[in-house]
């Protein structure tokens, strides 16, 4: 069976469902998801987006900011239009239905988070991408232009000639179903599941950006990967965030002895920028032979802390702390792959028909290090940017084409595997374990040359394991992800390697920085 459709959409998270919202006002939109709609990194956002609202701010000062963070290597006009556009898409959000924060009497509630000058991130209280995505959900399934499929995976792109005609999808039952589209839109998110410590839920495997390396797409930036500084650490327990608005809220970072320590390491302190402060707490686990650090907010009341940070408050006290008496144990977690499918500030990629926004994209917002609260505000700024770029262009892109991609089809494209025993879930999962321990060892916070090419080599077992699965077994989803994550992995390393200098959250022992280092031991 072929499906056809104006605009294919992949991803439900908060840069599909943007994209889905504009497109579908003159588009035909099949917008698709491998899991259920409201599951995606955006769901699981707790500090808010960043924009530039109050009246002391400035968007200099929010352009500044976020060049600070990416080590100078961001891409500016991509940054101005970020913040530039940043209001507009808010006032959608508030328009749609989210709620954000507010004061009684001064209006919205601006927070402060690290790397930025001023507090402008606006929230729900810790539970923001929630509110965001379920506003969004809502609209869109009200939206008769478009057709949601859940539990589908995008497997490839339809590729020729250098333009996009669609994708091959894997449906629920296993069977794989070409879509044959005008335009096509990657919001598949980022692939925090590369490393065995992440905030990132299980759908976050990286599946566009080795989708688009398959397909002969541009990528960029893949070593930049964020580590978050502050997951929850408690052996036995999942490593859910605990948001850096905690320390815009006051709270100080502690070592294994109670101490403040911050300060040691740079000038904005708890609130410097992530990168460095992950690099900081490495640094003070080493010298404590600790596996973490503590976070301290007992300073603030119960009530306060349940109002401000009701997620934050449950988990760790259905992890045994109560965080208004006791210092939470944090440590880094992999948390947002700020590298991806290059695209040009409309969401363009490198082959034609075929656009990409959110956590996949490069649009070199982020350069070497993503800005708090600016990721959510990239997806929906660059996917409504894309969507107004479809709308234009998309019979003129695809004019003549369409004879071609029918005859496409029915000569048949050779990338069948429905037949075969399904693969053995208990091998895909220590195979992806195997994955996640290898990238976090040999790829995480602190790197060096010697260990990124043992991971390299540790890699190459996995890879032809899994070649051997996909040609013997039938496919699932999670051996489709396996593949993706293992592609991903050697990517990661091997930008690693060709990475000259350490450059923000990019640190390898045996490069000298490319910019000048925070003062301190850093
Ligand atoms: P996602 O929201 O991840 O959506 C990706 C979608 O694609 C999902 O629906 C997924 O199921 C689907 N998908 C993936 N692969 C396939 C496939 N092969 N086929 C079909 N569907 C597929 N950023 C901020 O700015 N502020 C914050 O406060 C903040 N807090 C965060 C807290 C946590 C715990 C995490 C994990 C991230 C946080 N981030 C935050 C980052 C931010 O949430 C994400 O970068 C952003 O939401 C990405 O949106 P997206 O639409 O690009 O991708
Ligand atoms: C956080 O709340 O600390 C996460 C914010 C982000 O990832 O931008």
Known sequence: MTLETDVLVIGSGAAGLTFALEASRNLRVLLVTKNEIRESNTRYAQGGIAAVLHLQDDYRQHIADTLTAGAGICDEEAVKVLVQEAPARIRDLIRWGVEFDRDPEKGLRFAREGGHSRSRILHVGDLTGKAIEEAM????????????????????????????????????????????????????????????????????????????????????????????????????????????????????????????????????????????VSRAIYDVMFRHEADHVFLDISHRSRAELERRFPFIHQSCAAHGIEIDREPIPVSPAAHYTCGGVKTDIDGRTSISGLYAS???????????????????????????????????????????????????????????REEGVPPDAQEIGDLRQRLRDLMWRHAGVIRTDQGLHEGIGKLAPLEARVQRLLQSCSWSISLLELRNLIILGGLVLEAALAQPHSVGCHFSQDRPPLVKPPPGPV
Request: proline share 5%; aromatic share 8%; with cysteine.
């Open 137 to 276: 959900v809502q609209r869109v399934l009200k939206s008769p232009a478009i057709e949601i499929h859940e539990r589908e995976m995008l497997v490839d792109l339809v590729v020729r000639d250098g333009h996009c005609y669609g994708a091959l999808l894997l449906g629920p039952e296993g069977i794989l179903k070409p879509v044959f589209s005008r335009a096509t839109f990657l919001a598949t998110g980022g692939a925090g599941q590369l490393f065995s410590r992440t905030t990132n839920p299980d759908i976050a495997t990286g599946d566009g950006v080795a989708v688009c390396h398959r397909a002969g797409a541009e990528l960029q930036g893949l070593e930049f990967f964020q580590f978050h500084p502050t997951a929850f650490a408690r052996h036995g327990a999942p490593a859910f965030l605990i948001s850096e608005a905690l320390r815009g809220e006051g709270a100080r970072l502690l070592d294994p002895r109670g101490i403040p320590f911050m300060e040691n390491y740079h000038s904005m302190g708890d609130l410097a920028p992530r990168d460095i």
């Open 358 to 416: 959110g956590e996949v994209a490069q649009t070199g917002v982020h350069g070497g290090n993503r800005l708090a609260s600016n990721s959510l505000l990239e997806s929906v700024v660059f996917a409504y940017r894309a969507a107004v770029h479809t709308d234009r262009l998309i019979h003129f892109l695809f004019k003549g084409r369409e004879k071609g991609f029918r005859q496409l089809l029915d000569r048949g494209i050779p990338w069948n």
